[in-house]
């Protein structure tokens, strides 16, 4: 079941935070993609993400997710993601987003 294993401190290379989504919206001309606007505890950052099939818009801002935000900015249909959110996937493949059980700041490293 594992994938490719990485090592510790490859693994400590990632900088994983929660974020607050405070924007979402549809990306003209995509049907998948969502722009958001995160707070990242004192910066926003700006993800793209293939979640709009699951989720509106409209139900997006507030809530607290986990961000991978040292990775590389891509420019996706035109919007420069600064980073990525993390998902699941069930089996009818509908995603469902990583967040928190509990009122963590925005921000905050997880480990």
Request: glycine share 12%.
């Given at each position: 079941?594992p994938?490719?294993?990485?090592?510790l401190?490859e693994?400590?290379?990632?900088?994983?935070?929660?974020?607050v989504?405070?924007?979402?919206?549809?990306?003209?001309?995509?049907?998948?993609l969502?722009?958001?606007?995160?707070d990242?505890?004192g910066?926003?950052?700006e993800?793209?993400s293939?979640?709009?099939?699951?989720?509106?818009?409209?139900?997006?801002?507030?809530?607290?997710?986990?961000?991978i935000?040292?990775?590389?900015?891509?420019?996706?249909?035109?919007?420069?993601?600064?980073?990525?959110?993390?998902?699941a996937?069930?089996?009818?493949?509908?995603?469902?987003?990583v967040?928190?059980?509990?009122?963590?700041?925005?921000?905050?490293?997880?480990?």
């Open positions: 079941m994938g490719e294993r990485i090592s401190e693994f400590q290379k990632i900088d994983l935070r929660v974020g989504i405070r924007e979402a919206e549809r990306i003209p001309g995509a049907n998948k969502l722009h958001l606007s995160v990242c505890g910066a926003t950052i993800l793209v293939g979640i709009a099939p699951t989720y509106d818009p409209a139900e997006l801002p507030g809530k607290r997710i986990v961000v935000t040292n990775l590389e900015p891509a420019r996706i249909r035109g919007v420069e993601s600064q980073g990525m959110l993390l998902a996937q069930d089996g009818e493949g509908r995603l469902s987003l967040t928190l059980d509990r009122e963590v700041a925005s921000g905050a490293r997880v480990s």
